[in-house]
């Protein structure tokens, strides 16, 4: 999807360093050239503080700073014996 490398390089030097890739998916979705389907965020990944509360989720992430601490304690968790 070479549409996708050609917005993200016509986007603010700001989405360079972080979701700009997730901003070019958009503006491809929202152009419609593409047939593009939607999965809600909450099944794919979700943060920490909704792992164990939501529906089971693929994944967890641990955007943004303060979130980074997190990942120890939750590799700990996932790799204890219950």
Not at 9 to 14: A, G, I, Q, V, Y
């Amino acid at each position: 999807m070479g549409d996708c490398l050609e917005i993200l390089n016509s986007l603010d030097k700001k989405f360079h360093f972080w979701y700009g890739d997730q901003e070019a998916l958009r503006i491809i979705s929202d152009s419609k050239k593409y047939d593009m389907g939607y999965i809600n965020e909450g099944v794919i990944c979700t943060l920490p503080k909704f792992a164990t509360t939501q529906e089971s989720s693929y994944s967890v992430h641990f955007k943004g700073e303060g979130r980074k601490k997190l990942m120890l304690k939750a590799a700990e968790f996932i790799l204890s014996d219950k």
